[in-house]
């Protein structure tokens, strides 16, 4: 995997491209309002959380491939990221189904469904997020956000990353891709392709942690939290999320069916 580690180790690393520049990074960001993103669910683990995801049915949360574990469980109505709160309903993980033509090299497909063991109750602080109507892909420039429980800033070698009370949103800025595959930026390695979307503003990004949660632009869901470079935030790694393509939107329907 080199340098690049996927964003549950450090969800992505995001700059903007402004008039030729770079930088985008929740990195940024600010403390939304308790369970103000209701489809928003955390993938927890024994040492804490490990991604977030989005519930998209009762039982269903769509999240990112490489966030699978064998022992990990899934919390809604969170806001928190340590404290148990009466909003909140645990899931043990009844299913993992990472997309079939997921590649951990290329990072291609980066997208994994999670059956819950039960249905969640819809309340308030439960919701689900709608999938698109279309695959439409953001153009270059348009504002997008992206929440998640992970770092607020990069771990360094002597020092690790700080982490969040509770739950962080940003805004990040689609980049053109050229830009994104430049000797600047990724550089081909991987490579970033019209599956994935990159996108980042100046000192704004995700970080390990919010892998897999949702990418929302105009307050439509477009895509997953993939990856980026080893240190969130920095202007060569602009953050980069899976796209929901037709291809995409036809498995998660096609799995999820009347389940």
């Known amino acids: 995997m080199g340098a690049f580690l996927p964003w549950y180790t450090f969800t992505a690393v995001i700059l903007l491209a402004i008039h030729g520049g770079l930088c985008m990074d929740i990195i940024g960001g600010s403390e939304v309002a308790p369970h103000s993103r209701p489809f928003m669910a955390q993938i927890k683990g024994r040492r804490g959380i490990i991604c977030g995801g989005a ?30 709160e009466k909003e909140q309903q645990a899931f043990q993980i009844a299913k993992h189904i990472p997309h079939p033509c997921y590649d951990p090299s290329t990072k291609e497909n980066d997208i994994m469904l999670l059956q819950l063991q039960g249905r969640a109750k819809l309340n308030k602080a439960v919701q689900t997020i709608p999938l698109p109507s279309s695959d439409y892909d953001p153009k270059p420039g348009t504002v997008c956000t992206v929440a998640g429980w992970g770092m607020t800033t990069s771990p360094l070698r002597n020092r690790p990353g ?39 503003a100046e000192n704004k990004d995700s970080c390990r942690g919010d892998s897999g949660g949702p990418l929302r632009c105009n307050n439509i869901m477009r895509g997953i939290t993939s990856f980026g ?31």
């Open 229 to 259: 470079k080893k240190k969130c935030g920095n202007a060569d790694g602009p953050g980069v999320y899976t796209r929901l393509t037709k291809q995409h939107l036809k498995w998660i329907r096609k799995t999820i069916g009347g389940a």
């Open 162 to 200: 700080k982490l969040p009370s509770a739950l962080m949103e940003v805004n990040v800025t689609v980049i053109r891709r050229e830009i994104c595959n430049d000797e600047k930026h990724y550089n081909g390695k991987p490579v970033i392709t019209k599956n994935m979307i990159c996108a980042g």
């Open 55 to 84: 519930l998209i049915k009762e039982n269903w949360v769509l999240t990112a491939a490489h966030c699978k574990t064998k022992k990990s469980k899934v919390i809604l109505g969170a806001h928190s990221s340590k404290k148990r």
